[in-house]
Protein backbone atom coordinates (compact mmCIF):
# COMPACT_ATOMS: atom_id res chain seq x y z
CA UNK A 1 0.00 0.00 0.00
CA UNK A 2 1.38 3.56 -1.08
CA UNK A 3 1.78 5.97 1.57
CA UNK A 4 0.40 9.34 1.35
CA UNK A 5 1.53 12.55 2.67
CA UNK A 6 0.00 15.87 2.67
CA UNK A 7 0.43 19.92 2.20
CA UNK A 8 -1.86 22.06 1.37
CA UNK A 9 -0.55 22.35 -1.99
CA UNK A 10 1.58 18.87 -2.59
CA UNK A 11 0.72 15.16 -2.11
CA UNK A 12 3.63 12.58 -2.02
CA UNK A 13 2.82 8.55 -2.72
CA UNK A 14 5.70 6.36 -2.22
CA UNK A 15 4.92 2.93 -3.76
CA UNK A 16 6.31 -0.60 -2.38
CA UNK A 17 7.91 -0.84 -5.73
CA UNK A 18 9.45 2.52 -5.99
CA UNK A 19 7.67 4.67 -7.71
CA UNK A 20 7.34 8.34 -5.91
CA UNK A 21 3.96 10.44 -7.36
CA UNK A 22 4.26 14.16 -6.74
CA UNK A 23 0.60 15.62 -7.19
CA UNK A 24 -0.04 19.43 -7.29
CA UNK A 25 -3.29 19.90 -5.47
CA UNK A 26 -4.87 22.87 -6.06
CA UNK A 27 -7.03 22.06 -8.56
CA UNK A 28 -9.81 25.17 -7.46
CA UNK A 29 -6.50 27.22 -8.69
CA UNK A 30 -5.53 25.25 -11.91
CA UNK A 31 -2.41 23.99 -9.71
CA UNK A 32 -0.90 27.54 -10.06
CA UNK A 33 2.26 28.52 -8.28
CA UNK A 34 2.83 30.63 -5.90
CA UNK A 35 5.77 30.99 -3.40
CA UNK A 36 4.55 28.16 -1.14
CA UNK A 37 3.54 25.91 -3.60
CA UNK A 38 7.13 26.46 -4.78
CA UNK A 39 8.94 25.59 -1.43
CA UNK A 40 6.79 22.57 -1.08
CA UNK A 41 7.64 20.69 -4.48
CA UNK A 42 10.91 21.79 -4.04
CA UNK A 43 11.34 20.19 -1.13
CA UNK A 44 9.11 17.12 -1.93
CA UNK A 45 11.71 16.47 -5.25
CA UNK A 46 14.78 16.97 -2.89
CA UNK A 47 13.57 14.39 -0.72
CA UNK A 48 12.48 11.94 -2.99
CA UNK A 49 15.64 12.72 -4.96
CA UNK A 50 17.43 11.14 -1.19
CA UNK A 51 15.15 7.86 -0.87
CA UNK A 52 17.72 5.18 -1.89
CA UNK A 53 14.19 2.95 -2.38
CA UNK A 54 12.26 5.57 -4.91
CA UNK A 55 13.29 4.66 -8.80
CA UNK A 56 10.69 6.67 -10.59
CA UNK A 57 9.38 10.30 -9.85
CA UNK A 58 5.77 10.85 -11.55
CA UNK A 59 4.65 14.45 -11.20
CA UNK A 60 1.20 14.90 -11.96
CA UNK A 61 -1.82 17.37 -10.89
CA UNK A 62 -5.41 16.99 -9.29
CA UNK A 63 -7.82 18.91 -11.50
CA UNK A 64 -8.68 19.75 -15.12
CA UNK A 65 -5.10 21.68 -14.92
CA UNK A 66 -1.57 20.57 -14.97
CA UNK A 67 -0.82 24.26 -13.89
CA UNK A 68 -1.67 27.14 -14.53
CA UNK A 69 1.61 29.06 -14.23
CA UNK A 70 2.15 31.88 -11.90
CA UNK A 71 -1.04 32.48 -9.53
CA UNK A 72 -2.84 36.01 -9.78
CA UNK A 73 -2.46 36.71 -6.19
CA UNK A 74 0.96 35.82 -5.80
CA UNK A 75 2.08 37.94 -9.00
CA UNK A 76 -0.39 41.04 -7.88
CA UNK A 77 2.15 40.86 -4.27
CA UNK A 78 5.05 40.46 -6.74
CA UNK A 79 4.50 43.12 -8.60
CA UNK A 80 4.90 45.58 -5.46
CA UNK A 81 7.67 44.51 -4.78
CA UNK A 82 11.23 45.87 -5.53
CA UNK A 83 14.31 44.39 -7.71
CA UNK A 84 16.02 42.43 -4.91
CA UNK A 85 12.82 40.63 -3.30
CA UNK A 86 11.89 39.70 -6.96
CA UNK A 87 15.19 38.40 -7.69
CA UNK A 88 15.33 35.98 -4.72
CA UNK A 89 11.48 35.13 -5.15
CA UNK A 90 12.93 34.32 -8.88
CA UNK A 91 15.59 32.11 -7.28
CA UNK A 92 13.20 30.07 -5.98
CA UNK A 93 11.60 28.85 -8.95
CA UNK A 94 15.08 28.59 -10.64
CA UNK A 95 15.72 25.91 -7.67
CA UNK A 96 12.66 24.46 -8.01
CA UNK A 97 13.00 23.47 -11.97
CA UNK A 98 16.68 23.20 -10.85
CA UNK A 99 15.79 20.47 -8.60
CA UNK A 100 13.68 18.74 -10.87
CA UNK A 101 15.58 18.60 -13.44
CA UNK A 102 19.06 17.59 -11.68
CA UNK A 103 16.90 14.67 -10.13
CA UNK A 104 18.73 11.04 -10.18
CA UNK A 105 15.04 9.40 -10.43
CA UNK A 106 13.78 8.77 -13.92
CA UNK A 107 10.87 11.32 -14.16
CA UNK A 108 8.08 11.38 -15.69
CA UNK A 109 5.21 14.46 -16.33
CA UNK A 110 1.73 13.68 -16.79
CA UNK A 111 -0.10 16.31 -18.40
CA UNK A 112 -3.64 15.69 -18.21
CA UNK A 113 -4.80 19.53 -19.20
CA UNK A 114 -3.80 22.97 -19.23
CA UNK A 115 0.19 23.54 -18.80
CA UNK A 116 0.82 27.23 -19.26
CA UNK A 117 3.81 29.02 -18.39
CA UNK A 118 5.79 27.49 -15.90
CA UNK A 119 3.93 24.35 -16.15
CA UNK A 120 5.42 24.15 -19.43
CA UNK A 121 8.87 24.48 -17.95
CA UNK A 122 7.80 21.38 -15.52
CA UNK A 123 7.35 19.26 -18.06
CA UNK A 124 10.43 20.23 -19.56
CA UNK A 125 12.41 19.48 -16.90
CA UNK A 126 10.95 16.23 -16.44
CA UNK A 127 12.61 12.91 -18.63
CA UNK A 128 9.42 11.77 -20.52
CA UNK A 129 5.95 13.74 -21.13
CA UNK A 130 3.30 11.82 -21.33
CA UNK A 131 0.45 13.91 -22.24
CA UNK A 132 -3.61 13.27 -22.49
CA UNK A 133 -4.95 14.02 -25.86
CA UNK A 134 -7.18 16.74 -24.25
CA UNK A 135 -3.51 18.57 -22.76
CA UNK A 136 -2.98 22.31 -24.18
CA UNK A 137 0.07 24.11 -23.77
CA UNK A 138 1.06 27.78 -23.69
CA UNK A 139 3.98 30.02 -23.20
CA UNK A 140 1.88 33.21 -22.09
CA UNK A 141 4.50 35.42 -20.26
CA UNK A 142 4.81 37.98 -23.06
CA UNK A 143 1.07 38.84 -22.68
CA UNK A 144 1.44 40.02 -19.59
CA UNK A 145 4.45 41.75 -20.60
CA UNK A 146 7.40 39.54 -18.90
CA UNK A 147 9.11 36.33 -20.39
CA UNK A 148 9.75 32.33 -19.61
CA UNK A 149 13.06 33.37 -17.92
CA UNK A 150 13.87 30.53 -15.36
CA UNK A 151 12.30 28.35 -17.03
CA UNK A 152 14.08 29.00 -20.21
CA UNK A 153 17.27 26.60 -20.16
CA UNK A 154 15.10 23.60 -20.07
CA UNK A 155 12.50 24.82 -22.35
CA UNK A 156 14.72 25.05 -24.81
CA UNK A 157 16.67 22.44 -24.50
CA UNK A 158 13.64 20.50 -25.29
CA UNK A 159 12.09 22.20 -27.68
CA UNK A 160 14.65 23.67 -29.69
CA UNK A 161 16.02 27.13 -30.30
CA UNK A 162 13.42 27.64 -33.15
CA UNK A 163 10.38 27.04 -31.49
CA UNK A 164 11.26 28.50 -28.63
CA UNK A 165 11.41 31.74 -30.32
CA UNK A 166 8.04 31.49 -31.75
CA UNK A 167 6.22 30.57 -28.87
CA UNK A 168 7.73 32.40 -26.30
CA UNK A 169 7.53 35.67 -29.01
CA UNK A 170 3.71 34.33 -29.89
CA UNK A 171 2.21 32.89 -26.46
CA UNK A 172 -0.24 31.04 -29.22
CA UNK A 173 -1.50 27.82 -27.55
CA UNK A 174 -0.85 24.98 -28.98
CA UNK A 175 -2.00 21.66 -28.52
CA UNK A 176 -0.22 17.71 -27.48
CA UNK A 177 0.09 17.15 -31.30
CA UNK A 178 2.27 20.20 -32.14
CA UNK A 179 3.95 19.52 -28.08
CA UNK A 180 5.13 15.95 -29.48
CA UNK A 181 6.11 17.40 -32.76
CA UNK A 182 8.39 19.79 -31.01
CA UNK A 183 9.87 16.88 -29.02
CA UNK A 184 8.19 18.78 -25.38
CA UNK A 185 5.80 15.48 -25.39
CA UNK A 186 6.77 11.74 -25.72
CA UNK A 187 3.53 10.18 -25.84
CA UNK A 188 -0.12 11.75 -26.36
CA UNK A 189 -2.52 9.07 -24.90
CA UNK A 190 -6.31 9.11 -25.02
CA UNK A 191 -7.73 11.02 -22.03
CA UNK A 192 -9.64 8.07 -20.17
CA UNK A 193 -6.87 5.68 -20.62
CA UNK A 194 -4.05 8.13 -18.80
CA UNK A 195 -4.12 6.50 -15.51
CA UNK A 196 -3.74 2.84 -17.36
CA UNK A 197 -0.78 3.64 -19.86
CA UNK A 198 0.80 4.89 -17.35
CA UNK A 199 1.06 2.35 -15.09
CA UNK A 200 1.82 -0.27 -18.01
CA UNK A 201 4.50 1.64 -18.96
CA UNK A 202 6.03 2.30 -15.31
CA UNK A 203 6.02 -1.31 -14.99
CA UNK A 204 7.42 -2.24 -17.93
CA UNK A 205 10.28 0.54 -16.74
CA UNK A 206 11.07 -1.10 -13.25
CA UNK A 207 12.02 -4.07 -15.10
CA UNK A 208 14.91 -2.68 -15.69
CA UNK A 209 17.95 -2.55 -13.80
CA UNK A 210 17.76 0.44 -10.96
CA UNK A 211 21.56 1.17 -11.54
CA UNK A 212 21.33 1.34 -15.28
CA UNK A 213 18.87 3.12 -15.29
CA UNK A 214 20.14 6.26 -13.30
CA UNK A 215 23.69 5.77 -14.80
CA UNK A 216 21.81 5.83 -18.34
CA UNK A 217 20.58 9.31 -16.99
CA UNK A 218 23.78 10.65 -15.92
CA UNK A 219 25.77 9.40 -19.26
CA UNK A 220 23.07 11.55 -21.22
CA UNK A 221 24.08 14.22 -19.74
CA UNK A 222 27.64 13.55 -19.53
CA UNK A 223 27.58 13.29 -23.39
CA UNK A 224 24.90 16.12 -24.74
CA UNK A 225 26.79 18.17 -26.86
CA UNK A 226 30.32 17.30 -26.12
CA UNK A 227 32.74 16.77 -28.92
CA UNK A 228 34.01 13.19 -30.12
CA UNK A 229 37.53 13.66 -29.10
CA UNK A 230 39.64 10.65 -27.17
CA UNK A 231 38.58 12.08 -23.60
CA UNK A 232 35.32 11.53 -24.53
CA UNK A 233 35.68 7.65 -25.75
CA UNK A 234 37.90 6.89 -23.19
CA UNK A 235 35.33 8.01 -20.62
CA UNK A 236 32.34 6.24 -22.18
CA UNK A 237 34.77 3.12 -22.19
CA UNK A 238 35.79 3.37 -18.52
CA UNK A 239 31.80 3.86 -17.79
CA UNK A 240 30.11 0.46 -19.67
CA UNK A 241 33.51 -1.27 -17.94
CA UNK A 242 32.16 -0.48 -14.54
CA UNK A 243 28.87 -1.55 -14.80
CA UNK A 244 29.46 -4.88 -16.94
CA UNK A 245 32.20 -5.29 -14.03
CA UNK A 246 28.80 -4.82 -11.53
CA UNK A 247 26.98 -7.18 -9.04
CA UNK A 248 24.14 -5.40 -11.59
CA UNK A 249 25.61 -5.67 -14.99
CA UNK A 250 26.38 -9.32 -14.13
CA UNK A 251 22.49 -10.55 -13.18
CA UNK A 252 21.14 -8.72 -15.74
CA UNK A 253 23.47 -10.23 -18.45
CA UNK A 254 22.70 -13.53 -17.13
CA UNK A 255 19.24 -13.34 -16.57
CA UNK A 256 19.03 -12.42 -20.73
CA UNK A 257 21.27 -15.16 -21.43
CA UNK A 258 19.21 -18.02 -19.45
CA UNK A 259 15.76 -16.26 -20.24
CA UNK A 260 14.55 -15.42 -17.13
CA UNK A 261 13.64 -12.12 -15.36
CA UNK A 262 16.66 -10.46 -13.59
CA UNK A 263 16.63 -10.30 -9.97
CA UNK A 264 17.54 -6.84 -9.42
CA UNK A 265 18.53 -7.38 -5.21
CA UNK A 266 20.12 -5.16 -2.62
CA UNK A 267 22.98 -7.35 -3.23
CA UNK A 268 22.34 -7.18 -7.44
CA UNK A 269 21.95 -3.59 -7.27
CA UNK A 270 25.10 -2.48 -4.87
CA UNK A 271 26.96 0.98 -6.01
CA UNK A 272 29.82 0.34 -8.14
Not at 39 to 52: F, G, P, W, Y
Not at 68 to 81: E, S
Not at 137 to 150: A, D, Q, R, T, Y
Amino acid sequence: MAKEKSTASVLTTISKKGVARLTLNKPELHNAFDDTVINNLTAAIRKVDQNETVRILILDAKGPSFSAGADLNWMKRMAGFGWEENYQDALKLAGLMQALYECSKTTIALVQGAAIGGGVGLAACCDLVLASDKALFCLSEVKLGLIPSVISPYVVKAIGERNAKRYFATAEKFDAVEAKAIQLVHKIIPHDNLANYTEDFVNRVLANGPNAMKHAKALVEYVVDKPITEVLVLETAQRIADIRSSNEGREGVSAFLEKRPANWTAKHTSEF
